[in-house]
């Protein structure tokens, strides 16, 4: 298992980064396919059959992804109104057939594994979008080793509630503070000490999202009483189990982004 694990780890991050570092339509057909695969197996685990909600929500994928790929980001609140807007038409016109679960769970499923999703390609289209990117996955997946070091080598306290039994303070503490140094190394690497104390701060707030955002998606597997979302990769599970806490991060640093855009604050690359 943990050599298949090691192996099947190795190509996914081979596939994500070389297509990431290619960037252009490639990327975005990437993450087009990474959503459509999770709402798949969010689905599957909500138990929602294939009936219209469900390819109503395959095509407003296909519609978001394209208006990004056209750079219509604008587009995407329109298309998210319209598509809400046609669940419950569908919902009203095929009444009593469709409940108001299943029209909840389908909003929920198609917002929470391709709109969120696509922020991976909003951040890479970003002027300096190739340097953001990385902070989304220092924030998961370098947040997430780094709380597990922690948690073998000190964790003691184990977290409050049954969610995640494995869990310590100490460990989602160490995940934190580990990303916010690799984000600061990082920021220092590539410019200086300022833009440094700026990426540990974003990876810092991304860190503490990526652990709700893995908290989260075990919550969904619980309530649906299932281990993993899916087997596409093995060793790992889905493309939820993998992605679960990037879905959550990569969509607060663009915020974040955003935000120290709009108060004219520009980030040099050195």
């Not at 407003?60 to 609140?77: Q, V």
């Not at 669940?87 to 108001?100: C, E, G, L, N, S």
């Amino acid at each position: 298992m943990f050599i298949t694990r090691t192996i099947s780890g190795a190509i996914l991050l081979i596939v994500i980064f070389g297509t990431l570092i290619m960037g252009g339509h490639v990327w975005l057909a990437v993450t087009c396919i990474l959503s459509l695969i999770a709402f798949t197996e969010l689905q599957k685990a909500l138990k929602i059959k294939r009936t219209a909600m469900a390819w109503e929500a395959y095509a407003a994928c296909l519609l978001l992804y394209t208006a990004l790929g056209f750079g219509l980001t604008d587009m995407s609140t329109i298309i998210i109104v319209a598509y809400f807007t046609t669940v419950m038409a569908t919902y009203v016109i095929r009444w009593p057939k469709y409940d108001v679960d299943t029209s909840a769970r389908s909003f929920f499923s198609f917002f929470y594994a391709v709109f969120m999703m696509s922020f991976l390609y909003r951040i890479r289209v970003m002027d300096g979008g190739i340097y953001f990117m990385w902070l989304v996955f220092i924030s998961a997946w370098g947040s997430d080793t780094c709380a597990y070091l922690t948690g073998i080598l000190i964790g003691k306290h184990k977290m409050p509630g049954t969610l995640s039994p494995k869990k310590s303070i100490e460990g989602c503490i160490g995940g934190a503070l580990g990303a916010s140094v690799i984000g600061f190394v990082y920021g220092l690497y590539i410019n200086n000490v300022f833009l440094g104390a700026v990426f540990a701060g974003i990876c810092l707030c991304g860190s503490l999202i990526s652990q709700i955002g893995d908290l989260a998606a075990s919550a969904v597997k619980r309530n649906c009483g299932i281990k993993d979302y899916g087997k596409l990769i093995p060793g790992h599970g889905g493309v939820m189990d993998r992605f679960d806490s990037i879905i959550f991060v990569s969509p607060v640093i663009y915020c974040i982004l955003y935000c120290l855009g709009t108060f004219n604050y520009t980030i040099n690359f050195g």
